[in-house]
């Protein structure tokens, strides 16, 4: 079973601070992708990492695939209330074209 | 952009009876749709892939009779959950156009 390690899983931090979160496996992923989701919402996709070692940028958010596609970040600069939700990466793997997902993210910005 | 739409968005139910679940995407065709399931700060889990004109695959796991899907045009997908019983009660989303795209899911509720 392909697996997607993504950390922290819960993480609360005041306005106005920097946090990062990881995604990590032991397999190689065609391409990978981070979505954010709000309550009661379904997941909205944020970017999509094609080529190892690709840095994209979204305003505040810095997403970085891993040289071996097995790996991936997201740094969020300044985190504003807004912020707030729950941050699931998802790879794509080589074989079948299934997304997989890691555990989440449960991102709290407190003003 | 594209969008998928899930209908309906909230259902409570109860114990034995069947609930169905329409997936439609809005603004283009889809040969595949995905089901997933999500448990409350859960990530997504796949149950199943639907195929248009063909059976659906699912994974390892989920019982195909308990969950049926459909997938009669190229425009919708459903899932039916038959017999529910309060554990079935679970955020379901389906997605479309490879999985990029998620529908707003469908809050089960199963007393």
């Known amino acids: 079973t392909q697996l997607l390690e993504q950390s922290p899983q819960f993480l609360s931090i005041q306005e106005g601070e920097n946090l990062t979160v990881y995604c990590n496996s032991s397999?190689?992923?065609?391409?990978l992708q981070w979505y954010r989701q709000e309550p009661g919402e379904g997941p909205v996709l944020l970017v999509t990492?094609?080529?190892?070692?690709e840095v994209k940028k979204l305003k505040r958010l810095t997403f970085q695939f891993g040289d071996a596609r097995k790996d991936s970040s997201l740094h969020i600069t300044a985190a504003q209330p807004g912020d707030t939700g729950l941050y699931l990466c998802?790879?794509?793997?080589?074989?079948?074209?299934?997304?997989?997902f890691g555990q989440g993210t449960e991102l709290s910005v407190k003003p | 952009g594209a969008v998928v739409s899930q209908h309906p968005s909230r259902v409570i139910c109860k114990s034995g009876t069947s609930v169905k679940i329409e997936c439609r995407s809005l603004?283009?065709?889809?040969?595949?749709m995905f089901w997933y399931r999500q448990f409350p700060k859960k990530s997504l889990m796949l149950m199943a892939t639907s195929n248009e004109g063909s059976k659906a695959t699912y994974e390892q796991g989920v019982e195909k009779d308990k969950f049926l899907i459909n997938h009669a045009s190229l425009t919708l997908s459903t899932l039916t959950v038959t017999s529910a019983h309060p554990e079935d009660s679970s955020f379901y989303i389906c997605?479309?156009?490879?999985?990029?795209?998620f529908g707003p899911g469908t809050r089960l509720t199963v007393l």
């Open positions: 990492v094609v080529t190892g070692g």
């Open positions: 397999s190689v992923f065609s391409s």
């Open positions: 997605s479309a156009r490879d999985t990029q795209y």
């Open positions: 603004d283009f065709q889809a040969t595949t």
């Open positions: 998802a790879g794509v793997h080589n074989q079948g074209g299934k997304l997989i």
